[in-house]
């Protein structure tokens, strides 16, 4: 089992759950500067809790989701140990979820690549054939679940079929701003900010 630091906060990252990395700490530092005193947020695909623990320093109420039993159970207790509250359940995308909220987070399965339904882990990066199938898939039903002021923070790569995404996000009739940027190798990693017109 791993750890990784954010921070005063700590996660225990058990096997078969996606180890927070760059793009998790490209949300987390920017998440980490909002001002969400009362705000309802919902993380999904938490994972080992990363952005939803840092969302719980500061906002009124947060719910993580993940369709990974494993991370239900590391997000849980990574909460438990930093002494902050979550709500964690298992849900594939909205499946499960029927409120609304101020912010909702997916720092998605992005990279290219065929998803072997049966092995969570390869779940955990790749986002289907062109990388975006997922992130489209959520894109699809997100709006429903947002505040009339809330938004979306999204994080994919540059190697996700980026267009694509950004034609779903019109089709939805919102609007994106590019939040931050991260160059890693051969890809850049994106913040995505989408909010409804
Ligand atoms: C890139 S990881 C991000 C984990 C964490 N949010 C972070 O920033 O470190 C993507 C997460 O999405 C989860 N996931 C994959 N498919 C999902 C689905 N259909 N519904 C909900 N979560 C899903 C994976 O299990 C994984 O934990």
Same mark, same amino acid.
């Not at 997916?106 to 092995?119: C, H, I, K, Q, T």
């Given at each position: 089992?791993?750890?990784?630091?954010? &921070?005063? /906060?700590?996660?225990?990252?058990?096997?078969?759950?996606?180890?927070?990395?760059?793009?998790?700490?490209?949300?987390?530092?920017?998440?980490?500067?909002?001002?969400? %005193?009362? &705000?309802?947020?919902?993380?999904?695909?938490?994972?080992?809790?990363?952005?939803?623990?840092?969302?719980?320093?500061?906002?009124?109420?947060?719910?993580?989701?993940?369709?990974?039993?494993?991370?239900?159970?590391?997000?849980?207790?990574?909460?438990?140990?930093?002494?902050?509250?979550?709500?964690?359940?298992?849900?594939?995308?909205? $499946?499960?979820?029927?409120?609304?909220?101020?912010?909702? /987070?997916?720092?998605?399965?992005?990279?290219?690549?065929?998803?072997?339904?049966?092995?969570?882990?390869? %779940?955990?990066?790749?986002?289907?054939?062109?990388?975006?199938?997922?992130?489209?898939?959520?894109?699809?039903?997100?709006? %429903?679940? /947002?505040?009339?002021?809330?938004?979306?923070?999204?994080?994919?790569?540059?190697?996700?079929?980026?267009?694509?995404?950004?034609? &779903?996000?019109?089709? %939805?009739?919102?609007?994106?701003?590019?939040?931050? $940027?991260?160059?890693?190798?051969?890809?850049?990693?994106? /913040?995505?900010?989408?909010?409804?017109?």
């Amino acid at each position: 089992m791993g750890k990784v630091f954010f &921070k005063h /906060l700590e996660f225990e990252v058990p096997e078969g759950v996606y180890e927070p990395r760059e793009d998790s700490f490209l949300a987390g530092n920017h998440i980490w500067k909002l001002d969400l %005193k009362g &705000k309802k947020v919902l993380d999904v695909g938490t994972g080992t809790g990363f952005l939803a623990i840092i969302c719980s320093e500061k906002a009124g109420d947060v719910h993580a989701t993940d369709i990974n039993p494993r991370a239900i159970s590391a997000a849980r207790k990574n909460a438990e140990k930093n002494n902050l509250h979550l709500d964690v359940f298992e849900s594939d995308l909205f $499946q499960e979820v029927d409120e609304k909220y101020d912010m909702i /987070l997916f720092n998605a399965p992005y990279l290219p690549g065929e998803r072997d339904v049966s092995n969570m882990e390869e %779940k955990s990066w790749l986002g289907g054939k062109k990388g975006n199938e997922l992130l489209i898939k959520f894109l699809e039903d997100a709006d %429903k679940y /947002l505040k009339k002021e809330g938004f979306i923070l999204l994080v994919f790569s540059s190697i996700s079929g980026v267009k694509d995404i950004f034609e &779903k996000i019109n089709e %939805k009739n919102m609007d994106y701003r590019v939040i931050n $940027q991260k160059k890693v190798d051969w890809e850049k990693i994106l /913040l995505i900010k989408c909010y409804k017109f």
